[in-house]
């Protein structure tokens, strides 16, 4: 019985995004400590207050504008609600505009590391980057994994980043020592 599946998605693994070309990897500190996840496209996406929320309480707040102040008229609520609208979606444009700008994950790394990249692509299937990617997207995919019987303090993607990005031997040697099914009577690796 084998506890890798192939051709598992990847978003398991938050920082490694699977595209047309290949992967893409983002640094583990772009969205440590922060309310952002990093999507199957590879966007980064605020997780507290999603844009669904904010258009809903827009067309709900409108709704009791108009019917609280339509002075017992269908015509002057409806007229209310179409002006309430837009001036509701501006005001939920501005505040997901001042949290994006209050807590852009991207200005606070900049702030952090200066201009270097956040994000590395690896388009080479023949080279030993893509094999680093497939092997984590592969250990990420696992129920071990998952479960945290396989790496409990989550130290996959800041190897990954390394090894590929970093170009460290010593991350890529620890992630193919992470990714290696355990063989003798003990299984440590499991």
């Given at each position: 019985?084998t ?18 070309l ?19 496209e590879g ?8 844009a669904g929320?904010?258009t809903a309480?827009?067309?709900?707040g ?12 269908w015509?002057w609520s409806?007229t209310?609600?179409?002006?309430c ?9 501005l ?13 606070a790394?900049?702030a ?7 994000t ?12 680093l990617?497939?092997?984590a ?6 129920p071990s994994?998952q479960?945290?019987r ?7 993607g800041?190897?990954?980043?390394t090894a590929v ?5 010593w991350?890529a ?5 992470l990714?290696?099914p ?8 499991v």
């Amino acid at each position: 019985m084998t506890d890798f599946s192939t051709g598992a998605p990847t978003d398991r693994l938050p920082t490694l995004v699977r595209t047309r070309l290949g992967y893409r990897i983002h640094d583990p500190a772009l969205i440590n400590d922060t309310a952002y996840v990093i999507d199957d496209e590879g966007d980064l996406v605020y997780t507290r207050l999603p844009a669904g929320t904010m258009t809903a309480s827009a067309v709900l707040g409108s709704a009791v504008v108009a019917l609280v102040g339509g002075e017992n008229s269908w015509a002057w609520s409806g007229t209310m609600f179409l002006v309430c609208l837009p001036v509701a979606f501006a005001l939920a444009i501005l505040v997901l505009a001042l949290i994006h700008a209050a807590t852009d994950p991207v200005r606070a790394y900049r702030a952090r590391f200066g201009h270097s990249r956040y994000t590395f692509d690896v388009h080479d299937r023949d080279s030993p980057s893509w094999q680093l990617c497939v092997r984590a997207e592969r250990l990420a995919a696992s129920p071990s994994w998952q479960g945290g019987r396989i790496d409990p303090t989550r130290t996959l993607g800041g190897l990954l980043w390394t090894a590929v990005a970093g170009g460290e031997q010593w991350a890529a040697d620890a992630l193919q020592n992470l990714t290696e099914p355990a063989t003798g009577p003990d299984l440590t690796a499991v």
